[in-house]
């Protein structure tokens, strides 16, 4: 299996979800080896940000990179749904070049990205696909009953639970298992939205955040229930939205997983935390390619560019 970029530039632009700013996005197809690669082209000189795990800097509802320039703080926000499609379509390479401060968060979901990603076409390119496959069990918690932890598997298998005190989540399922392949991700996980409580905005915008919010890029749920008049896309697109958040955030690992991860009340912080430990134990995993054979992820070949 081949590493794989992108056949052509694609641009959309949108609103961050959190800071309200609006932003020009541009994908443009990178070099092998380049990894992914997101770029500040407001602010003079551009800021690169080649995507590692100590990059999260900020993890209050969304996965925030910052690079440090003298005294100033350079961010790009919301950043784990693209991360998420990207992982979907197994891009490796990629220059992801934006005009402010916070990726635009479209619908809510991934699906507007993997539609741009595969309008732009996929190339493969002429260097073997680098995978990163745990060889032990790591496991991180918090101090709120959250854990996340990877073991060994021969596949990418992703479990998630979820538990809100909230009458929304009584009849929808609070748990789910994800046998990751670009297939699955597709029909299972990628058009689920991120959420939020309608009691907790005034606090969130108090403290600049949700800023760009709406029922049309986000599902709201009051004491009663779900509030978007058209309801949930799936019963269970909670613990499905959170496994797409997950996909995201693990894929700041520079390379697809093969694993199993667990979690039970995980987000973004735990998710890094996770993937800050499994670096910093070079023993718990190891960097392969499959280029005698294949590989125990498959990814689909639609609309790719030899």
């Known amino acids: 299996m081949k590493q794989r970029t992108l056949a052509n530039t694609v641009k959309a632009k949108g609103v961050g979800l959190h800071t309200g700013h609006k ?3 541009t994908l443009r197809p990178a070099p092998v080896n380049t990894g992914i690669c997101f770029r500040r082209i407001d602010v003079n000189p551009v800021v690169a940000f080649p995507v590692s795990p100590s990059l999260v800097k900020e ?7 910052v690079q440090e320039r003298e005294s100033e703080r350079i961010k790009i926000a919301t950043i784990e749904h693209l991360m998420s499609a990207l992982a979907g379509v197994g891009i490796d390479n990629l ?11 479209m619908d809510g979901s991934a699906s507007h990205f993997i539609f741009l990603l595969q309008a732009a076409g ?3 390119q002429n260097a073997p696909k680098k995978f990163i496959r745990i060889n032990k069990e790591i496991e991180v ?3 709120k009953g959250g854990v996340a932890k990877f073991m060994p598997y021969n596949g990418f298998r992703l479990n998630f639970s979820i538990e809100f005190d909230h009458p ?3 009849q929808t399922a609070e748990k789910m298992t994800l046998e990751f392949s670009s297939t699955s991700y597709f029909k299972e996980v990628s058009r689920a939205r991120t959420f939020g409580f309608v009691k907790d905005m005034e606090t969130l915008r108090a403290q600049n955040l949700g800023l760009g919010a709406g029922l049309h890029n986000a599902i709201g749920l009051d004491d009663n229930g779900v509030v978007n008049q058209e309801g949930l896309r799936d019963k269970d697109e909670f613990v499905r939205h959170k496994i ?4 995201g955030d693990l894929y700041m690992a520079g390379h697809p997983i093969i694993g199993e991860f ?4 995980s987000g973004h912080a735990l998710n890094n935390q996770l993937l800050r430990a499994l670096m910093a134990d070079t023993s718990a995993y190891e960097v392969v390619t499959y280029e005698d054979g294949e590989p125990p992820i498959q990814y689909g070949s639609s609309k790719i560019l030899i």
Request: glycine residues 0%.
């Open 23 to 25: 932003s020009i996005m």
């Open 59 to 65: 993890t209050m509802l969304c996965t925030t990179i």
């Open 95 to 105: 220059y992801i070049d934006i005009t402010a401060d916070e990726v635009p968060i």
């Open 122 to 124: 996929v190339k493969l």
């Open 141 to 143: 918690t918090n101090d």
């Open 168 to 170: 929304a989540f009584d």
């Open 244 to 247: 797409l958040d997950a996909v």
């Open 262 to 265: 667990t979690a039970h009340k």
